[in-house]
């Protein structure tokens, strides 16, 4: 009879350890899976956050440009021209507006101004809004955050 009750603990023990096995190879898949689908998604943001990350602005001036990063609020003022020596491309805004919190593409737009060289940047996200100036001389460059 001992030996009986013996042989059912032990038989029991076996079918045990063979379940936990089975369950430990069940949880080793699905935190693969987890771990693959993470991965997916993590691309496909990166992606849609590239698709449309710069947009040209045409400016009254036939020849200047703003191209805006509509993921950080950076900007840089193109001119082109028929002649390489008459092209610029000039930095307006070289800072990170998002401080490194980025909420994605498309999150700033420029807005322009009945002032053909004024233009307003807006985070569509926080509402923040700043007043961009674009010139064919440096020192009329420049942004400035309106409170």
């Known amino acids: ?37 993470t991965k997916w998604l993590e691309q496909i943001e990166l992606d849609l956050s590239l698709k449309e990350r710069y947009k040209l ?16 609020g950076q900007i840089e003022q193109i001119q082109w021209s028929m002649k390489s020596e008459n092209e610029i491309h000039s930095t307006i805004n070289n800072v990170d507006l998002t401080y490194g919190q980025g909420y994605g593409s498309r999150s700033f737009e420029l807005i322009p101004t009945q002032n053909m060289y004024t233009f307003l940047l807006v985070d569509k996200t926080t509402g923040r809004i700043w007043h961009v100036q674009w010139g064919l001389e440096s020192s009329k460059r420049g942004i400035w955050k309106i409170y």
């Open 57 to 72: 602005y045409p400016t009254q001036n036939m020849y200047n440009f703003l191209l805006l990063d509509t993921k950080t």
């Open 1 to 37: 009879m001992k030996k009986i009750i013996l042989l059912l603990i032990l038989g029991v023990s076996l079918s045990a350890s063979g379940q936990t096995t089975n369950t430990e190879k069940s949880l080793s898949q699905n935190d693969s899976l987890t771990w693959a689908g």
